[in-house]
Nanobody, 116 residues
Framework: QVQLVESGGGLVQSGGSLRLSCVVS????????MGWYRQAPVKQRELVAV???????TYTDSVKGRFTISRDNAKNTVYLQMNDLKPEDTAVYYC??????????WGKGTLVTVSS
């Protein structure tokens, strides 16, 4: 069974930084597209960043230049480095894993709160 466990959320002031981590167990990590989604109160869940197994990346426009997604296949871990955080980045951040054959998996989420 594939499991995703996020960590690294917390409270930070506007302009600060956080690094989220997501450890994947139960499958071959390198075969998955990995990503981060977020859901703010009363809003729909939205894609933040995705990194393919081949290394290509995609970011939503609002985080370009501030957030960086990376992955360490040896540690079965995907990271989201978040710099210059803004109050509008406040949300629950979810780790996401997708494989065409094995399916899609989600973590339980980690809360990021950015104070102004």
């Amino acid at each position: 069974q594939v499991q995703l466990v996020e960590s690294g959320g917390g409270l930070v002031q506007s302009g600060g930084s956080l690094r989220l981590s997501c450890v994947v167990s139960g499958s071959i990590f390198s075969n998955y597209v990995m990503g981060w989604y977020r859901q703010a109160p009363v809003k729909q869940r939205e894609l933040v960043a995705v990194k393919s197994s081949g290394g290509s990346t995609t970011y939503t426009d609002s985080v370009k230049g501030r957030f960086t997604i990376s992955r360490d296949n040896a540690k079965n871990t995907v990271y989201l480095q978040m710099n210059d955080l803004k109050p509008e980045d406040t949300a629950v951040y979810y780790c996401w894993a997708h494989n065409t054959i094995a399916g899609t998996y989600w973590g339980k989420g980690t809360l990021v709160t950015v104070s102004s």
